[in-house]
């Protein structure tokens, strides 16, 4: 088995506290090679994941299931330069990046 | 760390949400668990820099009047790992992303109790996250409405 993150899942627990997720749009900054952001597809958002790191973008698609394809988007990107429009979602997310 | 949640601003809609997940500023503890015994290996020594001046940019925000507070909420989290490697792995990366200390003694120590247990243990790594919710404010005015100024009668 490899690395599991959190295997009693009070992430997701703590994630469903804050919100209905579902068709929200959100912008997740610092997605890695997304594991949250499969949580966050999970929870039925739209999600925008973006990472400095194209290395960890690459990986993140490569990962992508399938049945999230349509809810994630990953794009290479940085926190101090968003290349979104101004008000263009419901909640921005800092996955350990700040 | 503040440029980044003013942008995040920016593209929040009006009354958005902004979440802040990370580790809480405490160091993590590391063991291996076997049969469902732990036993505990060390604890780590993580510098916690980056996560004081991430406090301070959320504070900053907050008192630009930007972000409203609005709930914290902390967790423990647990990464289990089957392998030496797997430990060690994590490890550079985590030393490599934070800029940490290196951790050799604690790999020996982690090699050893696996080697004990031939193989049969888990390394453990836990420590709590923090999870705030922040919601976006209407940006206070820069200059705030003027008063009139009340006339003199008399005198």
Redo the contacts between chains.
Sequence with gaps: MPLRVDPEENEMCALKGVTDWRRKRVLEIGCGEGRLTGRLAQLGALVSATDPDAQLIRAARRKLLQRFAKQIHYAVGKAERIDHPSESFDIVVFAWAL | ?V???H??R?????D????????VAVHRRVGVMQAERYRPLGVMRETFDNDRA?DR??TEVEREGLFKAE?R?V????????SLD?FQE?LADFVKLGQQPSHDWLVRRVKRALDETRGKARVVVSGP?V?R?LRKQEAPSPNPPLRPIAEKRGG
């Design positions: 760390m440029h980044a949640l942008e995040a920016r593209v929040l809609r009006p958005g949400l902004l979440v802040d997940l990370r580790p991430a940019a959320v709930g909420t967790f423990d989290c647990n990464r289990t790992m089957d797997e994590w996250l999870l919710v």
